[in-house]
């Protein structure tokens, strides 16, 4: 990769209900750095987890204004990406998790 690290790419896959139901069409999301483009997305996912991505879409959700303590305050805005993965391919990230 050009100037950024495969580990500084991805930060952390997201695992929500939403998240889960679109896992069953083969696509995985992962919140990312702001500065990634598609293209590092593409080739972090396929180095990090040894499968093929078919596509990446992106977006930027952006922060809420929320109060805290009577202050105003702004959550930081956050960059996801879809994954799309070939035929086949999967990630399993419940396998890891205890509950």
């Given at each position: ?7 500084d790419v991805i ?89």
């Open positions: 990769m050009n100037n950024i690290d495969i580990y930060r952390n896959p997201v695992i929500t209900e939403k998240a889960t139901l679109i896992s069953e069409n083969g696509q995985v999301i992962f919140d990312v750095s702001k500065s990634a483009t598609k293209a590092q997305i593409k080739e972090a996912i396929e180095t990090l987890f040894k499968v093929k991505v078919k596509s990446v879409n992106t977006m930027i959700r952006k922060g809420k204004l929320k109060r805290f303590r009577g202050r105003l305050g702004k959550r930081s805005d956050i960059k996801k990406a879809i994954v799309s993965l070939e035929e086949g391919q999967n990630i399993d990230f419940t396998t890891g998790l205890s509950g």
